[in-house]
Each structure stands twice: as structure tokens, then as C-alpha cells.
């Protein structure tokens, strides 16, 4: 598997069941329906969806929400067997390049407290801790960290 091309698109209608296949493997108690996906993509004009794709295969996909001037990213998932390979900061970075096309100036999602990987992928990447959303997931009740970047310097270089 080393040296596999991986490739970033918008997300289809098409490509939900491979989606979901990798939401059920990386959220197993609590994965988002099929419904709420084609939703998301057919009836929601502030969402942005974009897969991470090996050899014509799913293995992730990040979504945001556009709401006025900041990028709320509402769910990001790489297949258990492709991660530590760059592909979930890939899609953090095709996320941010979609946010400042659409004039984001900044960008916030909520994670799991227990969640120290994903936390420390978000800290890298330029996010800050700044609250907690108290019994955030339904599933078991768990908080949430509030963490945001700020995206002044990335727009004063992308060059449009």
C-alpha cells in the first residue's frame, strides 16, 4: 500500500455508500445514516463534502459547513486501515482551501474530549482550544472541545 496516489474530489450522490461504509468503521456506536448524507449533499447549500480517494476507493471524507464568514466543519473520517498516512490532514487542507475560496476568516469544529489523536492533528494544523460543549454527543453524553483557527495569514497567500 505504500506509495499510493491519494486523490481529493467534491463528494457525488454516488459515492454515499462508500461513505457510509467508512462512517460505520470509524463511528460504530453513533454513524450518520445515508439519509442524512444525501441531505446534506442535495439540500444543503451552506455544506461542502470532498472524499480523500485511493485507486478508485473511498478512504475518507470531510465535510464543512459555510456559515457567513467561518467554515463550521461538521465530520471528517479516514478508514481505520489508511490512517497515519497524511490523509486526514490532506482533507483538513482541501477543507481550508474550499473555506477561503468561500471567504472564510476562520474555521471551528467540536471533538471528542477523550479523542487525543484527533486533537493533536487539529493543534498541528494551526486550531486552539476555546471551550466545552457539555454533553455534546448523544451517544454517551460525552464533551466536546471547541477548537478554532483563525485564517489571516492563509489569505493573505492564496494568490487570488
Known sequence: MAGQTVTYRSMQVEDIPQVHLVERKSFPTNPWSKSIFLSELTRNDAAIYIVAVVEERIVGYAGMW???????????????????????????????????????????????????????????????????????????????????????????????
Open 66 to 160: 459555510i456559515i457567513l464568514d467561518e467554515g463550521h466543519i461538521t465530520n471528517i473520517a479516514v478508514d481505520p486501515s489508511y490512517r497515519r498516512r497524511g490523509i486526514g490532514q490532506g482533507l483538513m487542507g482541501e477543507l481550508t482551501r474550499l473555506a477561503l475560496q468561500r471567504g472564510a476568516v476562520a474555521m471551528t469544529l467540536e471533538v471528542r474530549v477523550s479523542n487525543a489523536e484527533a486533537q493533536r492533528l487539529y493543534t498541528k494544523l494551526g486550531f486552539e482550544p476555546r471551550g466545552i460543549r457539555k454533553e455534546y454527543y448523544q451517544d454517551n453524553k460525552e464533551d466536546a472541545l471547541i477548537m478554532w483557527r483563525e485564517l489571516g495569514e492563509e489569505r493573505t497567500n492564496t494568490g487570488n
